[in-house]
């Protein structure tokens, strides 16, 4: 798993006659998260925005579109890639923004003793504390939980899974007691796997 900074930029399509100025520009297209990270700069300059699937999308959009008053928030490389001009850099609130890349294979793979990184996803009984106690079992056999996420399930009405990221080598002997554990207070519990903690480039 691998984590990438990201820096947002503002870009408008390249014209091989003559390039569009920040005055030209109506309106911004990109992903929903990277308009949410702009917002403040879209508001000042008083732009529409639209939503695409994603940041690299929306450049390719601007560049065949050859509308000189429509605009893309994305990245450097893909204003390289699409032949766009920058037309202001670091439009972006806040500098620590990241991106996340995770490669998933359905072959079973072998855990590696430099795995110190989990994913695991659970569901809890329909009783109080039910998930205060699931966490508390993770921290209680030495892992860092790094991060919680709720999802509604498809089959029940206010019926969650939780997918858990936790720090810590989960093949060792006090992983798998922590797993034994879960299993007694969890009404489902999957582990989806391990790697080693993630590279940022």
């Known amino acids: 798993m691998h984590r990438q900074k990201r ?84 439009i972006n609130e806040s500098n620590t923004n990241t991106t996340r890349f995770a490669v998933f294979s359905r072959a079973s793979r072998d855990p590696s003793p430099a795995d110190n990184r989990f994913i695991m996803l659970f569901t809890v009984k329909n009783a109080a504390g039910s998930l205060g106690s699931a966490i508390s079992v993770i921290g209680q056999h030495g892992f860092n939980l790094k991060a919680l996420k709720s999802r509604p399930t498809k089959d029940l009405v206010w019926d969650y899974f939780f997918y858990v990221e936790g720090e810590g080598n989960i093949y060792t002997p006090n992983g798998q007691a922590m797993l034994a554990m879960l299993g007694s207070c969890c009404a489902n519990l999957k582990l989806l796997g391990s790697f080693e903690k993630e590279t940022r480039i």
């Open 7 to 90: 820096k947002i930029f503002y870009k408008t399509n390249k014209n091989k006659e003559k390039g569009s100025k920040i005055s030209d520009i109506k309106e911004v297209i990109s992903h929903p998260q990277a308009l949410g990270q702009c917002a403040a700069f879209i508001q000042s300059q008083r732009l529409e925005s639209e939503e695409a699937v994603n940041t690299a999308v929306a450049a390719k959009f601007v560049a065949d579109n050859g509308d000189k008053s429509v605009a893309a928030i994305a990245s450097k490389e893909a204003a390289e890639k699409f032949g766009l001009n920058i037309l202001v850099p670091h």
